[in-house]
């Protein structure tokens, strides 16, 4: 539920879905048009459009783009590091996922291990075009991706997005870090 009441999450999407590639690797269905997996799941041009998946956001410095002609590519270069300024992409990282969703085509977010950046990312989509608070979009994912955990910064970051979105006082989910 979000704070006004009603939450926006897709009820079709409802029952935790998962597609293996074993360990904490694999893609997981965030949405019917947004995924979230590790770095090794964006070198595996099958599964992608396998999943209607038409734009790769690259949320890592180490890891290059592949730059395959299908997809679209939207480079967010950061380290895993709470003083990382993530909070600096929630807004294009969230109009690009949801831009791609109303032209029919699905994006995959990923970082490195599928855990902390790429999760942060989901979230904060979550929230902005979603309507729901930062803990209701934070069980949402961890629900579909059960090994995620946004480091202690990013936390903070999310945090002060949930506050400019929603303004001071105006939602019931709070979050202690």
């Known amino acids: 539920m979000s704070s006004r009441g009603h939450s926006t ?3 079709t999407l409802m029952a935790p879905r998962m597609i293996s590639e074993g360990d904490i690797g694999g893609i997981a269905q965030i949405t019917s048009s947004l995924f979230l997996g590790r770095g090794s799941v964006a070198s595996n041009r099958h599964l992608l459009q396998a999943r209607g998946i038409t734009c790769i956001v690259n949320a890592t410095i180490e890891i290059p783009n592949f730059n395959w002609p299908q ?28 831009s791609v969703s109303r032209k029919h085509g ?15 990312l989901c979230i904060a989509y979550l929230m902005k075009f979603h ?21 202690v910064g990013f936390w903070r970051q999310l945090i002060d997005y949930e506050r400019q979105l929603f ?7 709070y979050i202690s870090i």
């Open 9 to 11: 999450l897709p009820r």
């Open 71 to 98: 997809f679209e590519y939207v480079k967010v270069p950061l380290a895993d590091m709470p003083h990382a300024p993530i909070g600096l992409y929630f807004d294009t990282v969230a109009d690009k996922i949801h």
């Open 106 to 120: 699905a994006t995959l977010v990923h970082c490195a291990a599928g855990v902390s950046r790429s999760a942060t």
């Open 131 to 151: 309507n729901v608070c930062l803990l209701e979009a934070y069980n949402w994912v961890k629900a579909r991706r059960p090994v995620i955990r946004p480091n």
């Open 167 to 173: 303004g001071k006082g105006t939602n019931k989910c």
